[in-house]
């Protein structure tokens, strides 16, 4: 619906003659549609002028991976839900994020930043001195999500790594 269509109308009072119903001509479509005479902000409400601020919450959705005893994955959960964010959770324990995923995010933040490296299972797998190729470690951090800097956060083409309020606030503003 285009809002800037949006009339505002009035209905007049209606005088149901003591009997408690109404005539059919008392409801016609006619007597319905009355223009308001003065309507607040002269003619065009609120909502009309400022449909994008009413519309643009409505279309953001968030992809969250992550693992639900991490503390930051349940910030990022706990930060969309509050703001009636439509959230989509993968939780990385149960289903390990894909290939075409993290390649997403090594695009924008590079590989080594995917990399939690004060996690323990990066210690327990003796990672502190490897040397691998981008792809190499693209699929261990696929196969291990403890490994994982979390929580991964997508909206559209927009990603973060980790937990970050002010640039999530900003893919709602922009």
Known sequence: ???????????????????????PEQLSPERLEMPA????????????????????????????????????????????????????????MEKPASLGELRRFAQKFGVAALIDKDSRRFDELGLRYAQLSDERWLSKLSGEPLLLRLPLV?????????????????????
């Not at 409400?45 to 953001?60: I, Q, W």
């Not at 973060?160 to 606030?169: F, L, Q």
Request: hydrophobic share 35%; aromatic share 8%.
């Open 37 to 92: 005479r003065d309507p607040p902000g002269g003619g065009i409400d609120y909502l009309a002028r400022h449909e994008s601020l009413f519309t643009k919450g409505l279309t953001l959705e968030v992809q969250i991976f992550g693992n639900r005893k991490s503390a930051d994955t349940r910030k990022a959960l706990r930060f969309f839900s509050e703001r009636r964010i439509r959230t989509h959770f993968v939780d990385l």
């Open 154 to 174: 997508r909206s559209g083409n927009n990603v973060m790594i980790g937990a970050d309020e002010t640039v999530w606030r900003s893919w709602m503003t922009g």
């Open 1 to 23: 619906m285009d809002l800037d269509e949006v009339s505002i109308r009035c209905i007049p009072p209606l005088d149901c003659g003591g009997s408690g119903s109404l005539a």
